[in-house]
């Protein structure tokens, strides 16, 4: 594989229709989520934080005896501890809510709510169906012949469209990035007062330039095994099926938190701090598993295992294509 091959593979990639399309759905697919999320929690954290405020300075009280004077104060003391409870809560998890809506009101953070989509359920398959074009047209068009006799290595191919895909990606990414940090600092911090949750700049960063360098590798690794599975499969639809029967596979598993935290889908959810939201679409993939055991001991099993999956599949496909 030569730069060259790459070259000539990206510019094949990032021209094609469907390739413009499908990360321009997954931009705005990131700002619609960005506003839903600025505006919806920072309306439900105002209206927790008055309720509160209410059940403290004794107005919800007061309107309890108003409304009911034969049941007296001691219900609605009763019914004021069980209400400042709930209340509470809600505080709580508005607060967290608002801090993640927050993060995309910063440009790192932007840049993180970005990588968030791109490494979860729907920025895959956006590869799976670009990684099955790139390779699978070539076994549909007839034309992996020829390229078959100008290098007969079919992990050469395999790598350099891997690498014009991921690329593209990250090209697509660092502009849906982009899109997201101009409304969050144009329009999302002058209507969405969120202020108050945003991290300190060096924390911020960092948590960006995590998620963003987390993206970059999810989708590496996920480039390179989408075209290997077309490759394998030798088509378009056998492409797309493999790979969507390997994401789907990836994603169970989520309900058992014991489990989660090894598997190859819980170690993407703590890599990319996947929180569970109702406007945001990592919840498609799993939440963070919350295991105790660090990140880089569990990590290693899922890292050999993809390793030797890669091998395999890569091996498979240069089998199944050799020139006679």
């Not at 074009?133 to 079919?154: C, F, H």
């Amino acid at each position: 594989m030569t730069i060259w091959h790459v070259r000539a593979e990206w510019r094949k990639i990032a021209s094609r229709p469907l390739t413009l399309l499908l990360f321009a759905v997954l931009t705005v697919g990131c700002v619609t989520t960005a506003f839903y999320a600025q505006d919806y929690w920072s309306h439900t954290v105002n209206a927790a934080q008055n309720g509160l405020r209410n059940i403290e300075n004794g107005e919800s009280y007061r309107s309890c005896l108003e409304l009911n004077p034969k049941l007296g104060p001691e219900y609605c003391t009763r019914t004021g501890e069980a209400e400042r409870q709930g209340t509470e809560e809600w505080v709580a998890d508005s607060r967290e809510k608002a801090a993640e809506a927050a993060r995309a009101q910063t440009v790192p953070g932007a840049l993180g709510w970005a990588a968030q989509a791109f490494a979860s359920f729907p920025g895959l398959v956006v590869l799976v169906l670009l990684a099955a074009q790139s390779m699978g047209t070539e076994y549909d068009n007839r034309t992996a012949g020829n390229l078959l006799l100008a290098d007969p290595r079919i992990r050469t191919h395999i790598l350099a469209k891997a690498t014009a895909l991921w690329l593209t990606t990250a090209a697509a990414l660092c502009c849906a990035g982009a899109a997201v940090a101009v409304f969050g600092l144009v329009k999302g911090r002058a209507d969405y007062p969120l202020h108050a949750f945003h991290l300190p700049p060096g924390e911020d960063l960092l948590h960006g330039l995590r998620l963003w360098g987390g993206a970059l590798a999810v989708t590496a690794v996920w480039s390179l095994v989408a075209v290997a599975l077309a490759a394998l499969a030798r088509g378009q639809a056998g492409g797309i099926a493999r790979s969507g029967a390997l994401l789907v596979l990836l994603m169970l598993g989520s309900g058992a938190t014991w489990l989660w935290g090894w598997l190859p889908g819980g170690i993407v959810a703590d890599v990319m701090a996947f929180h569970p939201g109702d406007v945001l679409w990592n919840v498609w993939w799993g939440p963070e598993s919350g295991s105790a055991v660090p990140l880089p001991v569990r990590a290693l099993p899922t890292v050999l295992a993809t390793a030797l999956g890669i091998w395999w599949i890569m091996h498979a496909a240069g089998r199944g294509n050799e020139v006679t």
